[in-house]
């Protein structure tokens, strides 16, 4: 997810701004936390931000365990 936001150059400040949330807190979930289902479908919705986006990092933290 954090490649998807670099590349896309969407700050941290604009996840806050559509979540209602402090940049603290979108910190704390890109960095593990994670987002709930109705996040990740408020970002897919407000900043077109793909779904897949969100789980493929899952996947992948997953298979290297």
Not at 19 to 47: A, C, H, P, W
Not at 54 to 65: A, G
């Amino acid at each position: 997810m954090v490649s998807y936001l670099v590349v896309h150059k969407i700050r941290q400040k604009t996840i806050a701004d559509a979540l209602d949330v402090s940049i603290s807190t979108v910190y704390r979930k890109i960095k593990g936390l994670g987002f709930t289902q109705q996040e990740v479908y408020m970002l897919n919705q407000k900043l077109d931000i793909p779904i897949h986006t969100f789980y493929d990092e899952i996947i992948e933290l997953t298979e290297e365990q």
